[in-house]
Nanobody, 126 residues
């Protein structure tokens, strides 16, 4: 069983930065597509970013393009979401997700992921 543990959330002022980490436990995740989603109060969960097995390919949601960067260190079994130029509308619970479908592709849909973390709160004040 894969367990995903997120860390790095917190309170930051608009324009600031945060780095979220996700460390799957239980097994190595080298052959898992990884992703981040977020859910703001009263809104549906939305796609933020995804990264393929090697980390050579990434994809981002339109609202975070140019501000967020997703990377992975397979040797450390950790995924990082660097969030810069944060805005109040980035306030949400951020969820790490892992897809073990067996193909090395980017995945933007929630149903494509079979493991989820508990979420970490990010709050951006204006």
């Amino acid at each position: 069983q894969v367990q995903l543990v997120e860390s790095g959330g917190g309170l930051v002022q608009a324009g600031g930065s945060l780095r979220l980490s996700c460390a799957p436990s239980g097994r190595t995740f080298k052959r898992y597509t990884m992703g981040w989603f977020r859910q703001a109060p009263g809104k549906e969960r939305e796609f933020v970013a995804t990264i393929n097995w090697s980390g050579g390919s990434t994809s981002y949601g339109d609202s975070v393009k140019g501000r967020f960067t997703l990377s992975r260190d397979n040797a450390k079994n950790t995924v990082y979401l660097q969030m810069n130029s944060l805005k109040p509308e980035d306030t949400a619970v951020y969820y790490c997700a892992a897809a073990s479908s067996g193909s090395d592709t980017l995945r933007q849909e929630q149903y494509e992921y079979n493991y989820w973390g508990q979420g970490t709160q990010v709050t951006v004040s204006s």
